[in-house]
């Protein structure tokens, strides 16, 4: 079984960063794609859907959501199953609930697809 553990989320001012770590746990041989996703306030309702904040390839190619260029950075470490979301620049609007996503994570036979994590609450005050 794997799961997907969140940490670092937290109240900052505008302007201020933080940085969000997930780790990937269990007999993982290998993870393809690793990425934030946020739900802003106001669309918790089920069936929102998640806004892709960043996402990197196990061979490092990143992608980003155009709202965070510039102010976001995302790594992943291979051999401890964790990737990073630096956020610098912070602006209230990032308020919302990250949750860190692992795609085609690899344990022996068995492939799990689209796993997640249990949500960090990022809040930016004005």
């Known amino acids: 079984q794997v799961q997907l553990v969140e940490s670092g989320g937290g109240l900052v001012q505008a302007g201020g960063s933080l940085r969000l770590s997930c780790a990937a746990s269990?007999?993982?041989?290998?993870?393809?794609?690793m990425g934030w996703y946020r739900r802003t306030p106001g669309n918790e309702r089920p069936g929102k859907q998640r806004e892709l904040v960043a996402a990197i390839t196990s061979d490092g190619n990143t992608n980003y959501a155009d709202s965070v260029k510039g102010r976001f950075t995302i790594s992943r470490d291979n051999a401890k199953n964790t990737v990073y979301l630096q956020m610098n620049s912070l602006k209230p609007e990032d308020t919302a609930v990250y949750y860190c996503?692992?795609?085609?994570?690899?344990?022996?036979?068995?492939?799990?697809?689209?796993?997640w994590g249990q949500g960090s609450l990022v809040t930016v005050s004005s």
């Open positions: 269990g007999s993982i041989r290998s993870i393809n794609s």
């Open positions: 996503n692992a795609d085609r994570v690899r344990t022996g036979p068995t492939v799990y697809l689209g796993l």
